[in-house]
Each structure stands twice: as C-alpha cells, then as structure tokens.
C-alpha cells in the first residue's frame, strides 16, 4: 500500500440505540486520509464519524471496539490498519449484543466476573491487574456469540496464570472454571485482537489438565450422537457448472483456494467466498459442549450454502469427515436442512482429475 499518496477510506459504521431503537443498522462514510493523517491512531476515525452523524456513539474511556470482527483499542495506527486489513473497513462494538449505544457497550460483568471465579484471589492486587491488562482478549472470544453467559477468554489465561505460580490452588482454579455450562468446555479460543498475543496453548494446557482420564473418545461419541441422526450424503456426478466454496479452517492453505478457483473456472463454475472459511467450527469442542459445536457448524455450512454454494470441498481429511459424520445433528440443531454436497479435498481432486483423463 502506498501511504505517500491520499487514500479513499470507506467506512461501515454501526449504530443502535438500546433507547430508541429497536434493531441495530449501519451508515456508510467515505474518507479521504493522506499521509499525516494515516500516522495518526485509529481511534480519530470516530469523532470524524460522528461528525458526519450525531448519533454515532463511541465510549470516552475503556475504548474497545470490532474493526473488520478483530478487536481493537483504538491506539493502533490508521496506516496499520489499512495495510493490515484495507481500506474497507467495518465497525462494530465489542460486543454487538451488549450494545447500549453505538460503540458503547454493558461491561459490568468484567471485574465482577474475576471476583466469582477467583474467589480467594480476589483481593491479590497483581492477578487483578493481570486481568485488567487481558480486557481486549476476554470480549475478543468467539464464544459469546453462542454463549452470552461464557466465562470469558481472558479469565481462563488468568486461571493459567495462577495456576502456573501457585501449583497448590489448581484443583480449586480447574473447579471454577469448568461450569458444566458456560465454562471451558465452551471454548475454542481464536486469537480475535488484532496484531494481538496468541494463548491458544494456554487454553489448550488448561484443556488438557481438565480432560478426564476415563472420558469416552471423541468417535464413540459422535456414534452415539448420531446413531439415530444419519443423513445420506448428497451424490454429484460431476463439478461441471457447479458453486463451489472451499473450507479452510484455518488462515493457511491459500494456495488449494488458488487451486480449486483455477480447477471450477475450467469447469465453468463459480468459486463462493464467505468469512466462516478461515474459522474454527466446532472441530475442538465437539466432545466437551457438542450443542455449541454443531451451532457453530451450522453457521459455517449456512453462511456457504447462503452465499451461493452447492459444494463444500474441506482442505482437512478430518474436517470431511467430522462434518459429514455430524451434518444430521447439525441440522436439527440449527433448525434447517443444509442441501451441501461435503467433500474432501481427495475427493474433489479424484472427481477433477476423472473429468481430465
């Protein structure tokens, strides 16, 4: 990106007022930045916003807020948010069903939250702070988009850290944050700040200190689950013609989208792009809380198959077959049939290369 130059900046900004409105909606701005102003935080976007719309409502302290569903403070750079993630931008609260007006959000819970859990350590003073300095990574979380009670990702780095300095409380720390409901088993944590700390092996440690030793294996629990739940799978004879969307699970793997746009082109169909391909559905919490992870599987196949898809090809063999083996429960979860054809990236090379021969 070219920062010598002026740069077009096109803003989608949210609004809703929990006093007057009834749904939240967005108002579009353009603007112009140059050089000096792209030196400048990101945060002097808002009362430019502001500016253009009275009602557009941002906090004055505690700044935390979504620039394109990566959480930021606001002290971030404008020109390394525009070189990071475009000139296309979108703005939301932290954490849209909290919403009181506009940016500004019901955080009441966050300290609250740290003195339930951490009941006998709620008056250390450097644990406190520790999680005070986690504020951006615990409203970050996926999970609260399915569990609005969830305990929160940065209680959880803050359970490892005590742990980790005073080894004789884990039995109690490991209790009281394994709430049958809303605790650990709810997460699969994805690091959401932007340019943020990854603790995804805190969380996965954690993981593994709490999984039962006796616990039934993750495919005898999918049998179980499924054993009156089983859906054929949807036969194709070919990919001629076909919308065709690529799972990737993760933010790698960019050269089998290459790979599979060339391959449909040629067969003259259409690649579908949607945001759910590079994020996690499910896959690491489908023995612990398995309503959440056919929730979030659910959302993933239906933001494809609503964009447009008929094919789902997945980049992982394990993938493939995870959201094959649960798509019955899926879709009696989320309360819709899911007409995909779910193939594995085999299968969707084996089916290309019997057109070519």
């Known amino acids: 990106m070219d920062f010598l130059n ?15 409105d009834y749904l939240p909606y967005y108002k579009n701005f353009t603007f112009t930045v140059d050089k000096t102003d792209q030196e400048t935080q990101l945060k002097a976007l808002l009362p430019l916003i502001q500016a253009k719309n009275s009602d557009f409502s941002y906090p004055d302290e505690n700044l ?6 990566l959480v930021v403070t606001g002290e971030e750079k404008l020109s390394t948010i525009i070189e990071e993630l475009g000139t296309e931008l979108t703005i939301d609260p932290a954490l849209s069903f909290r919403a009181d007006n506009g940016l500004i959000f019901n955080n009441n819970n966050f300290i609250r939250q740290f003195r339930s859990t951490f009941k006998r350590h709620a008056e250390n003073k450097e644990d406190l702070a520790y999680y005070i300095s986690l504020y951006p990574v615990q409203y970050a979380s996926e ?26 409380y884990e039995d109690d720390i490991l209790e009281a944050i394994n709430d049958e409901f809303d605790g650990i088993g709810c997460c699969e944590y994805e690091n959401n700040v932007f340019q943020g700390e990854d603790y995804s092996k805190v969380i996965q440690g954690l993981k593994e200190k709490i999984r039962r030793k006796n616990s039934r294996s993750l495919m005898d629990k999918l049998k179980s689950n499924c054993l009156n739940k089983i859906r054929k799978p949807i036969e194709l004879e070919s ?8 799972y990737r699970g993760e933010k790698n793997s960019l050269s089998l989208q290459e790979k599979l746009a060339k391959n449909i082109q040629q067969h003259n ?6 945001e759910m391909s590079t994020k ?7 023995d612990s809380n398995p309503t959440i992870a056919f929730q979030k599987a659910g959302k993933m196949m239906l933001e494809a198959l609503d964009n447009g898809a008929e094919v789902l090809v997945f980049a992982k063999e394990s993938d493939a077959q995870l959201f094959n083996n649960i798509i019955a429960e899926v879709e009696s979860e989320v309360g819709r049939e899911i007409p995909l054809a ?10 290309i290369n019997a057109v070519e021969a």
């Open 6 to 20: 002026n740069i077009e900046l096109n803003v989608r900004a949210f609004f809703f007022n929990a006093k007057t």
């Open 143 to 168: 999970t609260f988009q399915y569990n609005h009670d969830y305990i929160g990702d940065a209680v959880l780095v803050t359970a490892a850290k005590i742990i980790e300095e005073h080894p004789e």
């Open 280 to 286: 996690l559905a499910g896959q690491t919490i489908i």
């Open 239 to 246: 990919l001629e013609e076909r919308s065709v969307a690529l």
């Open 269 to 274: 169909g259409k690649i579908v792009e949607f």
């Open 342 to 351: 779910l193939l594995s990236w085999d299968q969707f090379e084996s089916m």
């Open 64 to 69: 935390l807020f979504r620039v394109n569903n």
